[in-house]
């Protein structure tokens, strides 16, 4: 089984939900009510992980076997197959408002790496730290970055800079990770099958507000204030409120392994780039790039 990425576009798709489906090696389209649009809207892909829309109807797809960044429209073409090469294990991706593509290498390379929409390389080891595996970008040009090694979060700014190694601690295998408009972070703890709420400066909102899932590789929240959890094992995405109540535990299934979620939510003159691009653990797989397994 492998992972997927969600992603909700606000625009010209409002309302489109797109499904990296890692083993399935495609994109899949649906409604936000979960009817399936296109199962294979883009396919070919090489173990999928990471994924991020910009405002342009474009979206970015991380390739985690081939260490690529490919580019496609919402419709399913091939914009650029191979736009960012090189790359280590790159699980995760967001973009920020100037058009930047910030990329986690996962594995050997355990570093951020910056790059234009046009595919130049900014600096491909902004910063380094220990098996990231989701990155979120506010307005205000703060990088936060999820630290699987050391189950913390760490903020940063867009150009590298430090401003907290250990903004949050404690996270249980954390996976995935989004960001709200009113400055509060969700985290997916792959290992205890919860989502937690935290705020932009560190504190604990609540660290199991939604709990009983299975596996969550993925967030996404759109405009409404809904969040969409991507469940591993069952292959489904679950709809939440930001509250944490169910709305639909079972949005969208039949998944082969849902990996990530993205969300575009757009503002008056400018848009923020809520992005996460997450691992599908592989358990049966011995590849050390893309598996992950709970600290002891």
Known sequence: MAA????????????????????????????TSGATVNASLISGLSYPTGIALDGNGHVFVA???????????????????????????????????????????????STIGEYTTSGATVNAALISVN?????????????????YGNGTIAEYTTSGTIINPSLVTGLESAVALTLDGNEHLFVANVASGTVGEYTTTG???????????????????????HLFV????????GEYTVSGQTVN???????????????LIP????????????????????????????PS
């Open 63 to 109: 390739n985690n076997d081939k260490g690529t960044i490919g580019e496609y429209t919402t419709s399913g073409a091939t914009v650029n197959a191979s736009l960012i090469t090189g790359l280590n294990s790159p699980w995760a991706i967001a973009l920020d408002g100037r058009g930047h593509l910030f990329v986690a290498n996962n594995n050997y390379q």
């Open 203 to 225: 504190e604990t909102v609540n660290a199991a507000l939604i709990s009983g899932l299975e596996h969550p590789y993925g967030l996404a929240l759109d405009a409404d204030g």
């Open 267 to 294: 503002e008056p003159s400018s848009a923020v780039f809520l992005t996460l691009g997450l691992a599908c653990l592989v358990e049966q797989r011995v590849s050390a790039r893309r598996r992950l397994t709970a």
């Open 249 to 263: 535990a079972a949005l969208i299934s039949g998944l082969n392994c849902p990996f990530g979620l993205a969300v």
């Open 131 to 147: 098996w990231p595996t989701g990155i979120a970008v506010d307005g205000s040009g703060h990088l936060f970055v999820e630290i």
């Open 4 to 31: 997927a990425m969600v992603v909700m576009l606000a625009g010209e798709a409002k309302g489109q939900i797109f499904v990296a489906n890692e083993d399935g090696n495609n994109i899949g389209e649906y409604t």
């Open 230 to 237: 991507d469940n591993y094992f069952s292959g489904t995405i």
